[in-house]
């Protein structure tokens, strides 16, 4: 029994590892105060074991703080889907009547989140690199390429 245990606490600790998966939200094209929100990721076999329920916090914290606004827009990276697509089944589940706008930097589309927000008549952007982002984006009053911003902003989350 001793050495089950000590076997499955190698297999979860190789295949597991600690890396943030971010949720970014945008309220009414507020740049300058995004609410960002994530989720540890614990490796493949673990993330299988513990299914959408480990982004129970996540979609709570971006529902309660984004369901008031008219407009809102998730940014994500790739591999951050399945938490975007928990936050989105709770913004329909709760019939949200607002426009969404689903950015994300990856070199596929997801077909959950496409599903998603064909049904409900939003919006699903991707976009190879975060280059590509169109627009600008105003942050203390000086017009910033919207690319750059959103790539700074994953900087800093990373480092954290």
Not at 19 to 24: G, L
Not at 47 to 72: A, P, Q, R
Request: cysteine-free; hydrophobic content about 40%.
């Amino acid at each position: 029994m001793k050495k089950l245990i000590l076997a499955l606490f190698i297999i979860f600790g190789t295949l597991s590892f600690s890396n943030i998966k971010y949720v970014i939200g945008v309220m009414n094209d507020n740049y300058e105060k995004p609410v960002i929100s994530g989720v540890p990721d614990n490796g493949t076999i673990a993330n299988f074991i513990l299914g959408l329920s480990k982004y129970g916090e996540v979609t709570k914290y971006m529902y309660n703080n984004l369901s008031n606004s008219d407009k809102v827009e998730f940014i994500i990276e790739k591999h951050e889907e399945a938490a975007l697509v928990s936050v989105l089944k709770t913004f329909e589940k709760n019939k949200y009547k607002g426009q969404i706008k689903v950015t994300e930097i990856a070199a596929a589309e997801n077909k959950n989140i496409r599903q998603i927000t064909t049904k409900n008549g939003w919006t699903y952007n991707i976009y190879s690199q975060l280059s590509e982002l169109p627009g600008t984006v105003k942050i203390a009053g000086v017009n910033t390429k919207k690319g750059d911003f959103i790539k700074d902003l994953f900087k800093k989350l990373s480092k954290d």
